[in-house]
């Protein structure tokens, strides 16, 4: 019974603390599609404007 209830709080720590991870992880790949996209606009406007 000691041995379930270990395994228990474990699996729950665990997923106290993978909760904000996971959230940061997905924040910086927001940023980064953001900033691509970003990137992106800046080059094609760059050719479009070159090339007029």
Known sequence: ????LMIAAVIVAALFLLGPLVGFVFTLLKWALILSAAALVVVLATKWFART
């Open 1 to 4: 019974m000691g041995r379930i």
